[in-house]
């Protein structure tokens, strides 16, 4: 992909961008959370997260500067070393293979910068595509839930799946492509690993 992406720590000019994103009720059903909260509502609670140190909330950008989405590592747990992960792509950027790029830097800065053991995450058992997508990256199935959430008007079922630090380091060792940008002011570092992929 000839498109540079990159992830920067979420500032508070960021909020009505995340606002925006929260009042997608399309989007928010990706995350199965309740959408159209208030502005006020959301400050709120940036104020109340802004130094928790069980998160770490990116905006993903463009090379141009354009936030495209949202990536997130939630529920950290520094004793058990594991966090949740989540990935919000605005509409006009999705279908793109952005994703991709994003998942590869967030487990890179979960697991070489963080020292997290496992990253996890849930997926609607209907997302197909975002499950291939996870599969690619990594993860691997470790339970279905049976109406586990509740969104337009039905419950859902939905997979959980994991990668494990090793397993992450181990393909980096095999030589799979990774680019990665992550800072927490903008542009302030970039690392790029350009090996040469090699299949098994």
């Given amino acids: 992909m000839s498109h540079k992406l990159f992830l920067r720590a979420l500032e508070r000019n960021d909020l009505r961008f995340v606002h925006e994103l929260n009042n997608n009720q399309s989007i928010m059903s990706y995350w ?13 609670l940036y104020n109340k997260h802004i130094h928790d140190n069980a998160e770490r909330r990116f905006v993903a950008e463009d090379s141009h500067g354009n936030a495209i989405g949202l990536v997130e590592l939630i529920e950290i747990d520094y004793i058990h070393r594991s966090g949740e992960f989540q990935i919000i792509i605005t509409p006009d950027h999705q279908g793109k293979g952005f994703a991709r790029s994003l998942i590869q830097q967030a487990l890179h800065y ?15 058992v ?3 595509k975002a499950i291939h997508l996870y599969e690619e990256s990594g993860f691997i199935e470790e339970g279905h839930l049976v109406q586990e ?11 959980r799946m994991y990668i494990l630090q090793d397993s992450y380091l181990a393909q980096l060792d095999h030589g799979v492509i990774v680019k990665f940008c992550v800072w927490p002011v903008r542009r302030q570092s970039c690392l790029t690993d350009r090996s040469r992929v090699r299949r098994p």
């Fill in 126 to 128: 209907e997302n197909v």
């Fill in 32 to 44: 199965f959370e309740e959408p159209y909260e208030s502005f006020d509502e959301l400050e709120e």
């Fill in 110 to 124: 979960s697991f070489t910068i963080l020292n997290l053991h496992k990253v996890y995450l849930i997926v609607a």
């Fill in 149 to 159: 959430f509740f969104i337009n008007g039905k419950y859902r079922d939905v997979k």
